[in-house]
Every structure is written in C-alpha cells, then in structure tokens.
Nanobody, 115 residues
Framework: VQLQASGGGLVQAGGSLRLSCAASVSIFSIKAMGWYRQAPGKQRELVARITRSGAVNYADSAKGRFTISRDIAKNTVDLQMNSLRPEDTAVYYC??????????WGQGTQVTVSS
C-alpha cells in the first residue's frame, strides 16, 4: 500500500492544521489506518487510529484536540488538529496496518508549532 501524506506546516500555538493521507488501495480493505508522530530524539508514537469498523482511539495527548476521520470513497484518512501546542511539533506519519504484522508507512509530513 502506498500512502501519501500532506497538510503539514508551520502554525502558532493554539492554531489548527489538517493532515490528509491518501492510500493507493481501498482503505476499507485495510485493518486499521493511523497517524503517528516522531519528535526529534524521541520514539515514534501513535497519535490516532481508526479501524476498518470505524472504531477510533487516541493518544492521551490528542484526546479532545485531534480528530481522525476517513473518506472511504476517496481512500483518505484525515487528522484534524486543533489547539496545537509546541509539544505537538514532530514529523507525522500515516500508517496502514494490514494485519499479520504487515504495515506500510507514508513519507511523513512536518508539523511545527511555534510558541
């Protein structure tokens, strides 16, 4: 599965960004789609995830501020990020979990939040 992420950029604290991930196959065929992030010097961490059935889960840091959604017709998964904080600064990656330990990653998009 090829994943193309877009929508990153520079924003002031308190602002919003919307990330989009376009998949090369039907996202309904994928077990789960997710957004991860990796800040400098830190491990990659889950931000939000949506399963084939539509169940969603968020990192504690994202709850109440970020919303993951999907458009099955367009094969896209978006991450709406509101009330951004400097600590949200990271490279954000789209992930496709195809099950049985198979997964694919997008190229990453930089999100920078200035204080």
């Amino acid at each position: 599965v090829q994943l193309q992420a877009s929508g990153g950029g520079l924003v002031q604290a308190g602002g919003s960004l919307r990330l989009s991930c376009a998949a090369s196959v039907s996202i309904f065929s994928i077990k789960a789609m997710g957004w991860y992030r990796q800040a400098p010097g830190k491990q990659r961490e889950l931000v939000a995830r949506i399963t084939r059935s539509g169940a969603v889960n968020y990192a504690d840091s994202a709850k109440g501020r970020f919303t993951i959604s999907r458009d099955i017709a367009k094969n896209t998964v978006d991450l709406q990020m509101n009330s951004l904080r400097p600590e949200d600064t990271a490279v954000y990656y789209c992930n496709a979990d195809r099950g049985f330990y198979r997964e694919d990653w997008g190229q990453g998009t930089q999100v920078t939040v200035s204080s």
